[in-house]
């Protein structure tokens, strides 16, 4: 089979339509029709069928695409073996980070990676939720993203993800806030209480939604905001409260806000680096992993 078709089929795969498949590959949706044609005809089973205006994958086409991700994998061994006869990581490795990571990890990141004279990094901040992860791979060597503890795992048969950290979620009350003079605080005394969140379908709003799920305590959302810092600053004067992650949430010394765990429950989300299967073995991409792990060593309290 043509590798090319086969890495056609593949990004095709991973972004779900003829047009943003042709994009990816800066060529025209014809191009990338007659490519999956020509596999079609190569096989001889259809791959792909109609669907309302557009395509999508036949099982046989599934199955294909799990092939042909070990076969593409492979050849990035292939090119990585070679890599190896280099005595340092060089190249550029594509990192996609959500912002609050970025806060906490991407200045000692870029630090470490400075130690490598060949080795360049070229870093986006995308504000993600988990179903984007897959497209979003195809995008970037590393991408550092974050998902509620109790959420069902990235598809490991496709992708690679390496665990950097478990961030416990507190809540952050103003000062003065009745509460605040207690260690931990329980969610059914914060029932009444007006919350500020994130948008829906992001993690953060996902463990909210699963302590709901958990505890029958739903919570009142008033305001819907992505950027911890205005959360923060809107916690701080008073206008709602908040479930905010641990290691960058702004206390100033519990003058400007005051971070109390949940009593009698977990809530936390994890902080991954999800690759392609077989991108880890690109001494550049491990040198970036090595980078990401040690600082988040360093983050995470012993």
């Given at each position: 089979?043509?590798?090319?078709?086969?890495?056609?089929?593949?990004?095709?795969?991973?972004?779900?339509?003829?047009?943003?498949?042709?994009?990816?590959l800066?060529?025209?949706?014809?191009?990338?029709?007659?490519?999956?044609?020509?596999?079609?005809?190569?096989?001889?089973?259809?791959?792909?069928?109609?669907?309302?205006?557009?395509?999508?994958?036949?099982?046989?086409?599934?199955?294909?695409?799990?092939?042909?991700?070990?076969?593409?994998?492979?050849?990035?061994?292939?090119?990585?073996?070679?890599?190896?006869?280099?005595?340092?990581?060089?190249?550029?490795?594509?990192v996609?980070?959500?912002?609050?990571?970025?806060?906490?990890?991407?200045?000692?990141?870029?630090?470490?990676?400075?130690?490598?004279?060949r080795?360049?990094?070229?870093?986006?901040?995308?504000?993600?939720?988990?179903p984007?992860?897959?497209?979003?791979?195809a995008?970037?060597?590393?991408?550092?993203?974050?998902?509620?503890?109790?959420?069902?795992?990235?598809?490991?048969?496709?992708?690679?993800?390496?665990?950097?950290?478990?961030?416990?979620?507190?809540?952050?009350?103003?000062?003065?806030?009745?509460?605040?003079?207690?260690?931990?605080?329980?969610?059914?005394?914060?029932?009444?209480?007006?919350?500020?969140?994130?948008?829906?379908?992001?993690?953060?709003?996902?463990?909210?939604?699963?302590?709901?799920?958990?505890?029958?305590?739903?919570?009142?959302?008033?305001?819907?905001?992505?950027?911890?810092?205005?959360?923060?600053?809107?916690?701080?004067?008073?206008?709602?409260?908040?479930?905010?992650?641990?290691?960058?949430?702004?206390?100033?010394?519990?003058?400007?806000?005051?971070?109390?765990?949940?009593?009698?429950?977990?809530?936390?989300?994890?902080?991954?680096?999800?690759?392609?299967?077989?991108?880890?073995?690109?001494p550049?991409?491990?040198?970036?992993?090595?980078?990401?792990?040690?600082?988040?060593?360093?983050?995470?309290?012993?």
């Open positions: 089979m043509d590798i090319g078709r086969l890495r056609t089929l593949r990004e095709f795969a991973d972004r779900g339509s003829v047009i943003a498949t042709a994009r990816a800066h060529c025209t949706p014809s191009a990338v029709s007659q490519q999956l044609r020509a596999l079609q005809a190569e096989v001889g089973l259809p791959l792909t069928e109609p669907a309302g205006r557009g395509l999508r994958l036949t099982d046989a086409g599934r199955a294909l695409v799990a092939r042909a991700d070990d076969v593409l994998a492979a050849l990035q061994r292939a090119e990585s073996e070679l890599d190896t006869y280099r005595s340092v990581p060089r190249g550029r490795v594509r996609a980070v959500f912002p609050s990571a970025g806060l906490m990890l991407l200045p000692g990141l870029l630090r470490r990676v400075a130690e490598h004279d080795l360049d990094v070229e870093v986006r901040d995308v504000d993600m939720t988990p984007e992860v897959p497209g979003l791979v995008d970037f060597d590393v991408v550092v993203t974050h998902r509620d503890e109790h959420a069902e795992p990235f598809d490991s048969e496709r992708l690679e993800v390496v665990r950097l950290l478990r961030e416990p979620l507190d809540v952050a009350l103003p000062p003065g806030h009745p509460l605040g003079d207690r260690d931990r605080v329980d969610l059914a005394d914060l029932a009444g209480e007006r919350w500020i969140g994130v948008d829906v379908g992001f993690p953060v709003d996902d463990v909210l939604r699963s302590l709901a799920t958990r505890t029958g305590v739903r919570a009142q959302v008033v305001h819907r905001i992505n950027d911890f810092r205005i959360i923060e600053a809107l916690v701080a004067d008073g206008h709602g409260i908040a479930l905010l992650p641990r290691y960058t949430m702004d206390t100033a010394g519990q003058r400007r806000l005051l971070r109390r765990p949940l009593a009698g429950i977990r809530a936390a989300r994890l902080v991954e680096a999800v690759l392609r299967v077989g991108a880890s073995a690109r550049a991409v491990a040198a970036v992993l090595d980078a990401l792990g040690a600082e988040a060593s360093e983050v995470t309290p012993s």
